[in-house]
Nanobody, 125 residues
Framework: QVQLVESGGGLVQAGGSLRLSCAASGRTFSSRTMGWFRQAPGKEREFVAAISWGTSRTYYVDSVKGRFTISRDNAKSTLYLQMNSLRPEDTAVYYC??????????????????WGQGTQVTVSS
């Protein structure tokens, strides 16, 4: 079992920054691809970014490239999402997710088997 707890959300003005964190329980964090997804009201859950286990290769949805940075600290079992130049359309509940150990999950929710409870990010114009 893996428990994921997000933190760092809040209210920020357009152009501002936030850093989300996701603390993971268990001893398998370093062997799991980790991802961030978001869901706005009335919309489907959307992939934001992922970071692979091993090489820490990163992947982003086009709308956040150059603004968001995903990273991980395996020693702390923590995933991060640095969000800069925030826009009102980034407003959503942000979820972190963990893929099965040693699997190559990326941008599909079905590729992840553990999810956090979510943290609200609101960007005002």
């Amino acid at each position: 079992q893996v428990q994921l707890v997000e933190s760092g959300g809040g209210l920020v003005q357009a152009g501002g920054s936030l850093r989300l964190s996701c603390a993971a329980s268990g001893r398998t964090f370093s062997s799991r691809t980790m991802g961030w997804f978001r869901q706005a009201p009335g919309k489907e859950r959307e992939f934001v970014a992922a970071i692979s286990w091993g090489t820490s290769r990163t992947y982003y949805v086009d709308s956040v490239k150059g603004r968001f940075t995903i990273s991980r600290d395996n020693a702390k079992s923590t995933l991060y999402l640095q969000m800069n130049s925030l826009r009102p359309e980034d407003t959503a509940v942000y979820y972190c997710a963990a893929a099965p150990a040693y699997r190559t999950g990326r941008d599909q929710p079905g590729e992840y088997d553990y999810w956090g409870q979510g943290t609200q990010v609101t960007v005002s114009s």
